[in-house]
């Protein structure tokens, strides 16, 4: 009896031919590379999402506006523009405000300490009102911490107390020579702790903007 010889066949069709290890390899490092791309774009675009909520933050924290106006000042009444800022910040965190002692504007000027800059710098046509014009209010702030640093002979702990206390307070406790353990007043020595970390605050954060550099 002649015996038929069946050539033994896969169970579901004929196997497919396996690729060479080179051609394995190609493909693995082809799926490694589009692997670490997409690992890289997904860490810049994290990277940038985190940096614009950080500059976000930092803006409401710490803002600054009408940086313009700043620069001219400082320029003119040889004032650092940190320090300018600072004290906005500290004073009205650059909102036009009117305190209930009467005080306005962006650096928080008194009708009486306006009249009293009006006279110094030879003005004579002051208006109230004319305090909520950001450009004009950091020209009479200006003015005047110019002429408090002058005053206490370039200490400016000396300088921000008194804009917040008042010169007369500020000569009772030593003048010119006073240092910030010397501020009697709790909520004026706050103050000018405020003012004094700010201003290094926006050395920092606003360098470019502030002209410091």
Same mark, same amino acid.
């Given at each position: 009896?002649?015996?038929? =010889?069946?050539?033994?066949?896969?169970?579901? $069709?004929?196997? !497919?031919? =396996? /690729?060479?290890?080179?051609?394995?390899?190609?493909?693995?490092?082809?799926?490694?590379?589009?692997?670490?791309?997409?690992?890289? $774009?997904?860490?810049?675009?994290?990277?940038?999402?985190?940096?614009?909520?950080?500059?976000?933050?930092?803006?409401?924290?710490? !803002?600054?506006?009408?940086?313009?106006?700043? =620069?001219?000042?400082?320029?003119?009444?040889?004032?650092?523009?940190?320090? #300018?800022?600072?004290?906005?910040?500290?004073?009205?965190?650059?909102?036009?405000?009117?305190?209930?002692?009467?005080?306005?504007?962006?650096?928080?000027?008194? !009708?009486?300490?306006?009249?009293?800059?009006?006279?110094?710098? /030879? $003005?004579?046509?002051?208006?109230?009102?004319?305090?909520?014009? !950001?450009?004009?209010?950091?020209?009479?702030?200006?003015?005047?911490?110019?002429?408090?640093?002058?005053?206490?002979?370039?200490?400016?702990?000396?300088? #921000?107390?008194?804009?917040?206390? /008042?010169?007369?307070?500020?000569?009772?406790? $030593?003048?010119?020579?006073?240092?910030?353990?010397?501020?009697?007043?709790?909520?004026?020595?706050?103050?000018?702790?405020?003012?004094?970390?700010?201003?290094?605050?926006?050395?920092?954060?606003?360098?470019?903007?502030? /002209?410091? =550099?």
């Amino acid at each position: 009896m002649a015996y038929t =010889r069946y050539r033994t066949m896969p169970l579901f $069709g004929r196997r !497919p031919k =396996r /690729g060479t290890k080179p051609a394995r390899r190609r493909r693995r490092r082809r799926l490694l590379v589009g692997g670490l791309a997409l690992l890289a $774009g997904a860490f810049v675009a994290l990277r940038l999402s985190v940096d614009d909520v950080n500059d976000t933050l930092k803006e409401l924290t710490l !803002p600054l506006k009408h940086e313009d106006v700043i =620069r001219q000042q400082a320029n003119r009444r040889d004032l650092d523009a940190a320090l #300018i800022a600072a004290m906005i910040y500290q004073e009205s965190k650059f909102e036009d405000r009117t305190s209930n002692a009467g005080a306005r504007g962006l650096m928080q000027i008194t !009708p009486e300490t306006a009249e009293f800059i009006e006279k110094e710098s /030879g $003005g004579s046509t002051f208006q109230f009102e004319d305090l909520a014009d !950001p450009d004009l209010n950091v020209r009479y702030g200006t003015f005047y911490l110019r002429y408090l640093i002058d005053r206490y002979h370039g200490n400016e702990i000396a300088a #921000i107390a008194a804009y917040n206390a /008042g010169p007369t307070q500020v000569d009772k406790w $030593g003048g010119a020579e006073i240092e910030f353990e010397d501020i009697a007043f709790d909520e004026t020595r706050h103050y000018v702790e405020i003012v004094v970390a700010k201003r290094d605050d926006y050395r920092n954060r606003y360098e470019k903007e502030l /002209g410091l =550099r």
